[in-house]
C-alpha cells in the first residue's frame, strides 16, 4: 500500500507541541503544509490558536503568530480531529529517563494507544522521539497495531529522530538532512517524499528503525564527549596560563578523515533537555545487551563538573581583589543552558548559583530571554528587570549565558554601576582578546574557563 495520497497537498499533524513540535509545526506550515497540531496542554494550545508562542527561539514566535487562525496551521487538543484530517502524524512528545536511564514511556505509550483507536489505513505515522534502539519495533508499534491494522501494510511508520539545536532549531530544520528508518521499503520511501516536500531536505535513508534510533544517540553521544575534551582542554590550559580558545582555533584548522578536526567550545556546564539524558539512555540500553560504556559516564562527570569549577573561579577572582564570598555581590547575566535560548531545563548555571549562595555570596539574576516564573522556579528568586539593577554594586559580572541581546552591552559602561575592584568571569560569552584588553583598561579583571 502507498502511504501518501496521490495528490499535491499532503496534510501533516504534529503530536507533541513542546519546543521540537511546535518549531517542525511551524516549518511545515510556513512551507504550505496544512498542519493540525495536538498537544494535551489546554493552556498551549489556547496560546498557539491565539498567536502566542511560549518558547523563546528565533523567527519562531514570528511565525506562530502569522500562521495562527489560517488554514495552514490549526491546533487542538484531539487526538480523533487531528488524525481524521491528517495523511502523516509526526509524534514528537517528551521521552525523559529514570536515573539509571531507563527510558520513561508514559507520554509515548499514551500517544500510541490514543492513535491505535483512530488511525486509518493508508496513514504514516513518523516518530521523532528520542528513544533507545528497538523502541520502535518492540513497543509503539504493537501498541499501534492493537487497533486492528497491521505495519507496513495498512499503515506506514518511520523513526526520524530530531537533531536540532536551541536557538537555530529553524534554520537548521530547513536544512539539515532527515534521517529515516522505515518499517519497510514503501515506509522509507513515503517518509522520503514527506520530507523533501514539507521541509525541502535532504533525506538519509537507513535500513531499519534501530539503526535511526542510533543515530540520534550518537549524534548526543558525540557532543558530550567533544565538549568533555574541550571542558578538560580548559582546564589543562588554565593551568599553564595560556587560552583555550586559542589552542581550538589552531587545533581545528587542519582536515582529519571526511572532515575537519572540530573540537568545541568549554563552558559553564552542559544542560538542556537532550545532553543530559541521552547519553544515559544509550548506556542503559547496551547496559542491557550486556555492554558497558565508559566513555559516556567519564564526559558526563566532566561536564557535570563544570558549574563548580565556574563558581570557584568566580572565589578565585573575589579573593584576588581582596574580597570574600561571603557577603559578595556576584550579579549572574544568562541563565539559560546555553546561549540565544531562554530554556532553563537542567541548565548548569543553577549548580553556579548554588554554589555561590552556598560560600555566602549574593547573587543577583538577568535573563532576557528566560521566563520570569521559570526562573523563580529554578533559582528561588526573581530575576532583575534590567542589566543595571542586576549589575548595580555587584562585585562579579558572572557571563553565562551570553545572548544574541547582551552582545550589544558595552561592558565597560557598566563601570560606574559596579563596586571597585569588580571582576567579569566569562562562562560563555567567549570575549575577543581586544574586549578583554578593553575591560581591563577600564579597571575590570577578566577570567574565563581555560583562559
Known amino acids: 500500500m502507498r502511504f501518501l495520497p496521490d495528490r499535491e497537498s499532503v496534510t501533516a499533524a504534529v503530536i507533541g507541541l513542546g519546543y521540537v513540535g511546535s518549531c517542525l509545526a511551524a516549518a511545515l506550515a510556513d512551507r504550505g503544509m496544512p498542519v493540525v497540531g495536538v498537544d494535551t496542554d489546554r493552556t ?72 491505535s483507536a483512530c488511525l486509518r489505513p493508508g496513514r504514516l505515522v513518523i516518530f521523532k522521539s528520542t528513544v533507545p534502539p528497538g523502541t520502535t519495533r ?24 530530531e537533531r536540532l539545536s536551541e536557538g537555530v532549531a529553524l534554520s537548521e530544520l530547513r536544512r539539515f538532512p532527515v534521517v529515516i528508518g522505515g518499517w519497510d521499503a514503501n515506509s522509507t ?6 520530507w523533501e516536500d514539507g521541509l525541502g531536505v535532504e533525506v538519509v535513508p537507513c535500513t531499519s528503525p534501530e539503526v535511526a534510533e542510533m543515530v540520534k544517540l550518537a549524534n548526543n553521544w558525540w557532543v558530550d564527549h567533544n565538549i568533555a575534551m574541550a571542558n578538560e582542554l580548559a582546564l589543562v590550559c588554565g593551568a599553564v596560563d595560556v587560552d583555550v580558545l586559542e589552542v581550538i582555533a589552531a587545533a581545528n584548522s587542519i582536515d582529519k578523515g571526511n572532515g575537519n578536526i572540530n573540537i568545541l567550545t568549554p563552558s559553564v556546564g552542559v544542560g538542556g533537555s537532550c545532553l543530559t539524558k541521552d547519553p544515559w539512555m544509550i548506556v542503559h540500553s547496551a547496559r542491557e545487551r550486556g555492554v558497558e560504556l565508559r566513555t559516556v559516564p567519564a564526559a558526563r562527570k566532566v561536564n557535570d563538573s563544570m558549574p563548580r569549577h565556574t563558581a570557584s573561579l568566580i572565589v578565585e577572582e573575589l579573593a584576588k581583589h581582596g574580597k570574600s564570598p561571603a557577603g559578595a555581590k556576584v550579579a549572574v547575566l544568562g541563565l539559560a ?41 529554578t ?24 545572548h544574541r541581546p547582551f ?9 560606574p554601576l559596579v563596586a571597585d575592584r569588580c571582576a567579569v568571569v566569562d562562562g560563555r560569552a567567549y570575549l575577543s582578546r581586544e574586549q578583554i584588553d578593553g575591560l581591563e583598561r577600564a579597571g575590570f579583571s577578566y577570567r574565563g574557563i581555560g583562559r
Open 44 to 115: 498551549l494550545v489556547e496560546e498557539m490558536n491565539r498567536g502566542h508562542c511560549r518558547f523563546k527561539e528565533p523567527e519562531l514566535p514570528e511565525l506562530i503568530a502569522r500562521l495562527a487562525g489560517t488554514p495552514a496551521l490549526r491546533v487542538t487538543t484531539s487526538y480523533e480531529e487531528a488524525v481524521e484530517a491528517a495523511d502523516v502524524v509526526v509524534i514528537a512528545v517528551g521521552t525523559p529517563v529514570q536515573e539509571d536511564g531507563a527510558l520513561l514511556d508514559t507520554q509515548l505509550r499514551g500517544v500510541c494507544e490514543a492513535l
Open 138 to 161: 518492540e513497543l509503539l508499534v504493537p501498541l499501534l497495531e492493537r487497533g486492528g491494522l497491521r505495519a507496513g501494510v495498512d499503515f506506514g511508520v518511520a523513526f526520524c529522530p
Open 337 to 377: 543552558f546555553k546561549n540565544d535560548t531562554g530554556d532553563l531545563r537542567a541548565t548548569p548555571v543553577e549548580p553556579v548559583v548554588a554554589a555561590l549562595r552556598e560560600a555566602g555570596a549574593r547573587v543577583s539574576l538577568h535573563d532576557p530571554l528566560a521566563d520570569a516564573d521559570d526562573a523563580q522556579k
Open 189 to 194: 520511501a513515503a517518509a522520503a517524499v514527506f
Open 379 to 402: 533559582f528561588g528568586a526573581t530575576p532583575a528587570a534590567s542589566v543595571a539593577e542586576a549589575v548595580r554594586d555587584a562585585d562579579c559580572l558572572a557571563l553565562l549565558a551570553w
Open 407 to 415: 552582545k550589544e552591552l558595552d561592558l565597560t559602561a557598566l563601570k
